[in-house]
């Protein structure tokens, strides 16, 4: 039979045992608490992200809302940054003729007319846009793209604005029916501004 002083023991250890497990389930409680309004802080976080990400449009200032948008800005102004600054031409040089007419020539359309060169500084941005507008003769509109992708590929300029029209269905009855009247595309780039101080 257990004495007094066994029963005691027992009793001691089961004591410490539930103490300790109650101090554990505390710390687990605390711990799960906290990870809980860590995954809340985290799922906030990517809402917040994809809303920045998906958002489209301007802001009122006319600066993109998305990051996406907002990632082409900065490449095509340091694109222009880095040409004016060294690459093809200066800051002041406009759209070389010698540049168009080869681009031109390489795809076979023919130049109906050349705008004036416009400089259009915009302070609150910070860069000007140089651009000029051309028209061309009808021509296909394979011969259309590739004349804007081979302007493109120069790397300091780009097409601002590319505008067409289909060809009267009489004219336009052969495969693969992509002949195009009145094509016209604005030529440009953009170089920094100096910041007022």
Sequence with gaps: MANDSD????SDHLKYYCIVFGVLVIVIAVVAIMQRNTLNAYK?????ALSAL??????????PRGLGELAVEVEKFVQGY?????????????IPNKM????????????TWAGPETNDPNRSKGFRTTYREYKYDNCSLEQLTTLVRNI???GRYRVFEMRWQLADPKANSTPPFNLVQRPTIKVGFRTPLARER
């Excluded at 880095?82 to 031409?89: E, K």
């Design 7 to 10: 029963i005691g023991e027992k």
């Design 44 to 48: 906030q976080a990517n809402k917040q």
């Design 54 to 63: 998906n958002a489209t449009g301007k802001t009122p200032d006319g600066r």
């Design 82 to 94: 880095r040409a004016s600054s060294g690459g093809v031409g200066t800051s002041d040089s406009g």
């Design 100 to 111: 168009m007419e080869s681009a031109e020539r390489a795809v076979k359309v023919k130049r």
């Design 152 to 154: 493109e590929r120069n």
